[in-house]
């Protein structure tokens, strides 16, 4: 069961948004983590609902992640601290299992490599510590790691196009490698969509291959509201998600 809870966990880790004429930079719809930091003292919180279903080796898993919240802290103008928290509902549909809790603790930062003024190219590292800390039901019970490097290119006023590839390692078996690349495209200067294929490579083990699309919605220049679905190509996995991000620190301004 935990192998399982490991391969959904992965699938629907939260995400981020690359319109690249708003204001509010986030980690959120997309799979792909964006090369921003946010400005330094400000905290940023990016929360949502996600609806999620799983298929694999007969076994279906149905997930509810209520809430899925990251908070985001600038530390500096190139670096900030990220902590995930999330509530976990699942339900494995052949047996009519359910499990629920607080999910593990996931600590990590984000630091901004390469950001220049007449570039269109930026690159951050990211890097988070999953704890065992959830309830016991859910937690993985070991203590893992995600890591991506994140590369984004600016290619007009209104498009912008976003890739990861990282490594992630949870402590069961071995560890996998990730990709994802976004593109972007902003409607006006408030909404904005995105199309992303993403997936992951087990070492010496399967090949999980995605594609998502989502929107984007400016509400204040602090406040983004996103509703993103997505889909496996070569396995059975769906999922339904909304949500906000708000960055306290620019309200004040």
Same mark, same amino acid.
């Given at each position: 069961?935990?192998?399982? =809870?490991?391969?959904?966990? &992965?699938?629907?880790?939260?995400?981020?948004?690359?319109?690249?004429? @708003?204001?509010?930079?986030?980690?959120?719809p997309d799979q792909?983590?964006?090369?921003?930091?946010?400005?330094?003292?400000?905290?940023?919180?990016?929360?949502?609902?996600?609806?999620?279903?799983?298929?694999?080796?007969?076994?279906?898993?149905?997930?509810?992640?209520?809430?899925?919240?990251?908070?985001?802290?600038?530390?500096? =103008?190139?670096?900030?601290?990220?902590?995930?928290?999330? *509530? !976990?509902n699942l339900r494995?549909?052949?047996?009519?299992?359910?499990?629920? +809790?607080?999910?593990? !603790?996931?600590?990590?930062? =984000?630091?901004? /490599?390469?950001?220049?003024?007449?570039?269109?190219?930026?690159?951050?590292? /990211?890097?988070?510590?999953?704890?065992?800390?959830?309830?016991?039901?859910?937690?993985? #019970?070991?203590?893992?790691?995600?890591?991506? !490097?994140?590369?984004?290119?600016?290619?007009?006023?209104?498009? +912008?196009? &976003? *890739?990861?590839? #990282?490594?992630? *390692?949870?402590?069961?078996?071995?560890?996998?490698?990730?990709?994802?690349?976004?593109?972007?495209i902003e409607i006006?200067?408030?909404? +904005?969509?995105?199309?992303?294929?993403?997936?992951?490579? &087990?070492?010496?083990?399967?090949?999980?291959?995605?594609?998502?699309?989502?929107?984007?919605?400016?509400?204040?220049?602090?406040? @983004?509201?996103?509703?993103?679905?997505?889909?496996? !190509?070569?396995?059975?996995?769906?999922?339904?998600?909304?949500?906000?991000?708000?960055?306290?620190?620019?309200?004040?301004?």
């Amino acid at each position: 069961m935990k192998e399982h =809870k490991t391969f959904v966990i &992965g699938i629907f880790c939260l995400i981020h948004s690359f319109a690249t004429a @708003q204001k509010i930079v986030t980690d959120r719809p997309d799979q792909t983590e964006s090369s921003s930091t946010i400005p330094k003292k400000s905290l940023q919180i990016e929360s949502g609902i996600l609806l999620g279903y799983a298929e694999e080796d007969g076994i279906s898993l149905r997930e509810i992640a209520v809430p899925s919240t990251l908070f985001r802290y600038g530390i500096t =103008k190139n670096v900030e601290v990220r902590l995930v928290s999330q *509530y !976990l509902n699942l339900r494995e549909e052949n047996t009519e299992m359910e499990i629920s +809790g607080i999910a593990d !603790l996931e600590i990590g930062a =984000k630091i901004q /490599l390469f950001k220049k003024e007449n570039s269109r190219t930026e690159i951050a590292f /990211l890097s988070h510590l999953l704890v065992p800390t959830g309830t016991e039901e859910v937690s993985l #019970g070991n203590v893992g790691t995600i890591n991506k !490097l994140s590369v984004s290119h600016e290619l007009s006023d209104t498009m +912008g196009l &976003g *890739y990861n590839i #990282g490594y992630n *390692y949870f402590g069961l078996k071995n560890g996998f490698l990730t990709y994802s690349l976004a593109l972007a495209i902003e409607i006006n200067d408030k909404a +904005g969509v995105y199309i992303e294929p993403y997936g992951e490579i &087990g070492l010496f083990d399967k090949y999980f291959s995605n594609i998502d699309a989502g929107m984007t919605y400016l509400l204040k220049d602090n406040f @983004q509201l996103d509703f993103s679905f997505g889909t496996g !190509l070569n396995y059975t996995m769906n999922y339904l998600s909304a949500g906000f991000s708000w960055n306290i620190a620019a309200d004040k301004n």
